[in-house]
Structure formats: C-alpha cells, structure tokens
C-alpha cells in the first residue's frame, strides 16, 4: 500500500493561514493487494 501525508491547511482573503493540518491518505498499489479497512 501506499501512504502519503500531506500537510493542509485554509488561508484567509489576505493570505494568513488560520487553519493548518496534516492528512495522511492510504491508497492501493497497482496489482497489489486490497487494503484492510482498519489499519
């Protein structure tokens, strides 16, 4: 499986960020095997 993790975030009319996060997101390899729904 693949995982990325991403660092998010909203920014404002004048560019302030005033809301950052992170993520991180599980996807399937090509031809690999299905990902479990709990991990």
């Not at 990325?4 to 005033?18: A, C, F, N, Q, R």
């Amino acid at each position: 499986m693949g995982i990325i993790e991403l660092d998010i975030g909203m920014k404002t009319h004048d560019g302030v960020e005033s809301m950052p996060g992170s993520a991180t997101v599980v996807l399937p390899l090509k031809d690999g095997p299905s990902i479990p729904i709990r991990l």
